[in-house]
């Protein structure tokens, strides 16, 4: 089947393929309409699975990197991990993330391509690599522009180490990170062999300092899919169709501060969320709607009746008004700050109990933004002391910067971050 990515015009990192050759007609209209009706857990998807399943593939190469405005897939692994190596190391591994991350979104038989055909492939696949929609984004920390590797001029202007915001409960194991790998697909053994094949590849000069693993629902019934306190997440998420929006709000420019290699990069915010579910699951249902400001059947604002329908924030009070405290009336943009806006992609995370037996669930939130003060931060702050955090925990996660896409300029992201 053919879906099409939002934004599959701008350049081969938005865009899907299928290695098996051409499909389309109705099926490939049918996954447009439904992209370009709205958003997913972080974007809309198609939901329906066909034996091309395995088949789609998003191509490494472009502007962008795939995995920022990709669809959101069903399965996630977040690796972050710091450089142990030297700076010609350092380069080193910015070329072999580079060539495995081309050859494993390729897929195709092994030993099709002579990088596929290495001993240690895993083989949990078998002997033809299916692709299932994987991306892997590679995102570096500001740890990694300190005095190891001489790299501080070449610092993204904003990328900061994340502070501990209000409410947080920080766990530096959970925290940080020279690199951050975001492994994505949409069958979970995909996801594994990609995670072992980079991690075989880079040993000895990568070490993992923490890891943790997602996925997302179909919709349920419809719509967008449900977070684990069972609402609708990623409904109001900008348009990534729309190439002057992501231009301003996901896409990092050169100039102005920013070095010019930063151009088709996005700054990355992970927030590893947990939420006490045995808690919200005692909370009735009139209490949840208020505390995000929307219907948890529905999706719908609590001042409208359909998903997509814009909230009205006039009203204070009353039956039907969205409360101030409110996640979504926090969190929306202002009508003075249009372009204080973030392309949400988070994943569920399920890691079973935690050492007192309760549920240990909630939200690996990420999201990409072309400004992190003025957006994320922005909004961040504004959520302080909203309903919503009395629920959730942040324990971890960090700020990183999202790479240009692969083939954006000549000597790949070695040349790029190490500059020469
Ligand atoms: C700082 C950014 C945000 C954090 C952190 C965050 C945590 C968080 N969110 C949900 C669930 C929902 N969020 C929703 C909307 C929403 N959330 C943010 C930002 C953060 N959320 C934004 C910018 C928005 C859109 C606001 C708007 O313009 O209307 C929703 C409603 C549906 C939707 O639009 O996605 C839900 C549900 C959880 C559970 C959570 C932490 C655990
Ligand atoms: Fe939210």
Request: charged share 25%; proline share 6%; glycine share 16%.
């Amino acid at each position: 089947m053919t879906r099409h990515a939002p934004g599959g015009g701008t350049g081969p990192g938005t865009g899907r393929v299928t290695r098996r050759g051409l499909l389309g007609g109705a099926a490939g209209a049918a996954g447009g309409a439904a992209l370009a009706a709205g958003a997913g857990l972080a974007m809309a998807r198609d939901d329906t699975t066909t034996p091309d399943e395995g088949d789609l593939r998003y191509s490494a190469d472009g502007p962008h990197q795939a995995g920022i405005l990709t669809p959101v897939q069903r399965h996630a692994c977040y690796l972050a991990g710091d450089v142990t190596t030297d700076r010609e190391g350092l380069r080193r591994l910015l070329d072999t993330l580079t060539a495995r991350i081309r050859a494993l979104t390729a897929g195709g038989p092994v030993g099709d391509d002579g990088l596929v055909r290495t001993a240690a492939d895993n083989g949990i696949l078998g002997d033809d690599l299916p692709t299932a929609g994987l991306t892997i984004t590679v995102s570096v920390g500001a740890s990694l522009f300190d005095r190891r590797f001489g790299l501080a001029p070449r610092r993204p202007a904003r990328l900061v180490p994340m502070p501990a915001f209000a409410d947080d409960a920080l766990d530096p194991a959970w925290c940080g990170g020279d690199l951050l790998v975001q492994v994505c697909a949409d069958e979970p053994d995909v996801v594994v062999h990609a995670v072992r094949d980079l991690l075989r590849a880079t040993r000895g000069d990568l070490q993992v300092r923490w890891r943790r693993d997602g996925f997302t629902s179909p919709p349920r019934p419809s719509g967008t899919p449900r977070n684990l306190l069972g609402f609708k997440d990623g409904t109001a998420n900008p348009d990534v169709s729309d190439d002057a929006l992501m231009d301003r709000l996901v896409w990092t420019h050169g100039g102005g501060g920013e070095p010019d290699w930063v151009e088709g990069g996005s700054y990355h915010v992970v927030r590893l969320i947990r939420m006490f579910v045995e808690f919200w699951d005692r909370v009735s249902v009139r209490e949840q709607n208020a505390i995000f400001g929307r219907d948890k059947s529905s999706g719908a604002p609590l001042t409208g009746t359909d998903e997509f329908d814009p909230p009205d924030y006039t009203g204070q009070s009353g039956g039907g008004a969205i409360r101030l405290d409110a996640h979504i009336r926090r969190a929306s943009r202002s009508g003075t700050a249009p372009d204080q806006r973030i392309l949400r992609r988070g994943f569920n995370y399920d890691a079973g109990l935690d050492a007192a037996g309760n549920l240990d669930m909630g939200l690996i939130f990420t999201c990409f933004n072309a400004d992190l003060e003025r957006q994320f931060t922005a909004i961040q702050r504004r959520l302080e002391g909203e309903a919503l955090s009395d629920y959730v925990s942040p324990f971890g996660g960090g700020f990183y910067f999202a790479l240009p896409g692969l083939g954006s300029g000549e000597g790949g992201w070695a040349r790029a971050v190490l500059g020469t």
